[in-house]
């Protein structure tokens, strides 16, 4: 069973960075695609950014582009996600999500595996 652990969150000042960790218990064939998602308040949940274990490909989605890198230690077994110049609108749960490769999209529903969340807010 592949568990996921997120950590980093916090509150930060508007044009302020900070980076979150996902520790990942195991990586299987299921698993070797780590997506950053977040929901905001009243939102949907949408991707952030995605990364392969093995290539080391990654993709950014939305507003993250430019601003969010992820990145990933396999020595570690953890991925994180870099954020600067935070805006407000950038407040939300982050999780993070594994799924397989095949699967690594934009699209929450093809990711078997989840974390709880840790949440990122963002003020004046």
């Known amino acids: 069973q592949v568990q996921l652990v997120e950590s980093g969150g916090g509150s930060v000042q508007v044009g302020g960075s900070l980076t979150l960790s996902c520790s990942v218990s195991?990586?299987?064939?299921?698993?070797?695609?780590i997506a950053w998602f977040r929901q905001a308040p009243g939102k949907e949940r949408e991707v952030v950014a995605n990364?392969?274990?093995?290539?080391?490909?990654?993709v950014y989605f939305g507003s993250a582009k430019g601003r969010f890198t992820i990145s990933q230690d396999n020595a570690k077994n953890t991925v994180y996600l870099q954020m600067t110049s935070l805006k407000f609108e950038d407040t939300a749960m982050y999780y993070c999500?594994?799924?397989?490769?095949?699967?690594?999209?934009?699209?929450?529903?093809?990711?078997?595996?989840w974390g709880q969340g840790t949440q990122v807010t963002v003020s004046s």
């Open positions: 999500a594994a799924t397989s490769p095949r699967d690594c999209t934009n699209k929450a529903y093809h990711y078997n595996y």
């Open positions: 195991t990586y299987t064939d299921s698993s070797n695609c």
């Open positions: 990364i392969q274990r093995g290539s080391g490909n990654d």
